[in-house]
Nanobody, 127 residues
């Protein structure tokens, strides 16, 4: 049974930073792309950043490029999302997710390909 333990969310002021962590268990994380998706109130879930099985390839949506950095440590079954320069528009629930057999770009732009979803962690950017 797949399990994601997401942490690192919270309240931060505009311009601030957060580091999200996702610890994965229940399946072989080495076989999966892992991504971070977000869902703002009243909006559809969208991919922020996705990283390939060994971390050699990644994709980030235009709205996060230059601000968010995704990384993974397979030895720890953990994926990270370093978020800098946060803006109020970044507010939402951030979900960790896993998919295989697709490119990181496809995973991020088509959330329907995701096999496993985490429960999400709330990120609020407000002064």
């Amino acid at each position: 049974q797949s399990q994601f333990v997401e942490s690192g969310g919270g309240l931060v002021q505009p311009g601030g930073s957060l580091r999200l962590s996702c610890v994965v268990s229940g399946f072989n994380v080495n076989d999966y792309n892992i991504g971070w998706f977000r869902q703002a109130p009243g909006k559809e879930r969208e991919g922020a950043s996705c990283i390939s099985q060994r971390g050699l390839n990644s994709y980030s949506a235009d709205f996060v490029k230059g601000r968010f950095i995704i990384s993974r440590d397979n030895a720890k079954n953990t994926v990270y999302l370093q978020m800098n320069g946060l803006e109020p528009e970044d507010t939402g629930i951030y979900y960790c997710a896993a998919a295989r057999g697709v490119t990181v770009h496809s995973m991020c732009v088509r959330p329907t390909v995701v096999e496993y979803w985490g429960q999400g962690t709330q990120v609020t950017v407000s002064s």
